[in-house]
């Protein structure tokens, strides 16, 4: 599997996902130091994502997301704080992207934001030749999924599987795993995962 071409130059999308990631490491007080021992990435590394100068993966997102003792949807810009009062809704207008340009993944949170919530629903889009890389992958929680649109390939261990459309998954995200699009176009994944 591997990822898509992508010129050399920052985005404005890494950008504001670099700083999110560091208020959350400065709120949680954590040195980049500390975040690197955390994470197994290095010091440097961890500052040009933060600099917006990297573009993370999802396999190192969700890491960074297992370091700070949050879930994925956490580290998604320009997502609505959670309120005193859990929102019910989110209107399609208002949903949070999380788009991994250089891996040709964008993910649109479709839940409320929530600190007490452990379930988060999404829709995953692959691009053609998307992958979260031929690394294998773990973090906490448990997924699951439906390919909607496509095809997907799907790793988990030693196992691997070419979900068509309308095949479904679950896992426990502690599995090593990895996917990619194994469709000539577009795959849509309807995704969820549970701390």
């Given at each position: 599997?591997?990822?898509?071409?992508?010129?050399?130059?920052?985005?404005?999308?890494?950008?504001?996902?670099?700083?999110?990631?560091?208020?959350?490491?400065?709120?949680?007080?954590?040195?980049?130091?500390?975040?690197?021992?955390?994470?197994?990435?290095?010091?440097?590394?961890?500052?040009?994502?933060?600099?917006?100068?990297?573009s993370p993966t999802l396999r190192v997102l969700?890491?960074?997301?297992?370091?700070?003792?949050?879930?994925?949807?956490?580290?998604?810009?320009?997502?609505?704080?959670?309120?005193?009062?859990?929102?019910?809704?989110?209107?399609?207008?208002?949903?949070?992207?999380?788009?991994?340009?250089?891996?040709?993944?964008?993910?649109?949170?479709?839940?409320?934001?929530?600190?007490?919530?452990?379930?988060?629903?999404?829709?995953?889009?692959?691009?053609?030749?998307?992958?979260?890389?031929?690394?294998?992958?773990?973090?906490?929680?448990?997924?699951?999924?439906?390919?909607?649109?496509?095809?997907?390939l799907l790793k988990v261990e030693s196992e691997?599987?070419?979900?068509?459309?309308?095949?479904?998954?679950?896992?426990?995200?502690?599995?090593?795993?990895?996917?990619?699009?194994?469709?000539?176009?577009?795959?849509?994944?309807?995704?969820?995962?549970?701390?």
């Open positions: 599997m591997s990822a898509p071409a992508a010129s050399g130059a920052s985005q404005p999308v890494d950008q504001e996902i670099g700083a999110g990631l560091r208020r959350l490491r400065r709120a949680r007080g954590l040195s980049l130091v500390d975040l690197a021992a955390r994470t197994s990435l290095s010091i440097g590394f961890l500052s040009q994502i933060e600099r917006g100068l990297s969700v890491g960074m997301a297992d370091a700070f003792g949050v879930g994925l949807a956490d580290l998604f810009p320009n997502g609505a704080p959670p309120q005193d009062r859990p929102a019910t809704i989110v209107r399609g207008a208002d949903r949070s992207e999380l788009q991994l340009w250089r891996s040709g993944i964008r993910k649109h949170l479709l839940t409320p934001l929530s600190e007490s919530s452990k379930l988060n629903l999404y829709m995953v889009e692959l691009e053609p030749g998307a992958s979260t890389g031929d690394e294998l992958y773990t973090h906490q929680g448990e997924e699951a999924g439906l390919v909607m649109h496509g095809a997907m691997s599987w070419t979900l068509q459309e309308g095949d479904s998954f679950r896992f426990l995200s502690s599995r090593p795993h990895c996917f990619a699009n194994a469709a000539e176009g577009e795959t849509r994944v309807l995704w969820v995962t549970s701390l």
